[in-house]
């Protein structure tokens, strides 16, 4: 519970506390818990964003399930390469048109024979999340594609957002995706 003094309810940072945590609370309802996200932003090319998603990958102890666009870089591979090889529970879902591209055929295939599973779009539209969920704990999103392009070249940005109910919302997406057969298929090469 949350007690205030008359002098502090008279100062206009406690009453807009105290007016935002209330329509908060209205809003989502009284079993809804309102929590603050820690949310880092990265702007490529200056920040080298995907240098930092890579860091995270390299921090992952059970799982990492990635949805995205395209994914080109060796830096990306090499890192959730041994990240399957630490035991982590890597999977892919990326975007069957991509695979026109001889970069990301190449990257998959060099993933598919470290055993991480991958599956591709089979509906019209494209599979353009651009997005990872770590461990229940981290979800990332933004413009960028795990690319070299992505990294160092475009403009890009990538927000690493660490919070447990965002990241288990992601990951319950990412699963329901995964297990959409109508909509998704293994690819085998």
């Known amino acids: 519970m949350i007690r205030l003094s008359p002098l502090q309810l008279s100062m206009p940072c406690c009453r ?9 609370a209205v809003l989502l309802g009284h079993s809804a818990e309102v929590t603050a996200a820690s949310v880092e932003v ?7 964003p995907l240098e930092h998603l890579v860091r995270v990958y390299d921090r992952a102890g059970r799982y990492i399930f990635v949805a995205v666009y395209g ?8 890192s959730l390469i041994e990240a399957k090889r630490r035991g982590v529970d890597v999977r892919i879902l990326t975007d069957r048109e991509r695979l026109e591209d001889v970069k990301q ?3 998959l295939s060099t993933l598919r024979e470290a ?5 591709i779009n089979r509906h019209d539209g494209l ?10 704990e981290i979800n990332t999103n933004g413009s960028m594609n795990q690319t070299t392009s992505g990294n160092r070249y475009n403009d890009e940005r990538l927000d690493i957002i660490k919070d447990h109910a965002i990241a288990v919302k992601a990951r319950e997406k990412f699963l329901s995706l995964w297990k ?3 909509r998704f298929q293994e690819w085998k090469r």
């Open 16 to 24: 807009t506390f105290i007016i935002t945590w209330l329509l908060a």
């Open 42 to 48: 990265w702007y490529g090319p200056e920040d080298r």
């Open 71 to 78: 994914l080109t870089s060796p830096l990306t591979v090499k």
């Open 105 to 107: 055929r190449t990257a």
């Open 115 to 119: 055993g991480i599973p991958i599956k």
């Open 127 to 136: 599979m353009h999340l651009k997005q990872a969920v770590i461990d229940d």
């Open 180 to 182: 959409d057969h109508e």
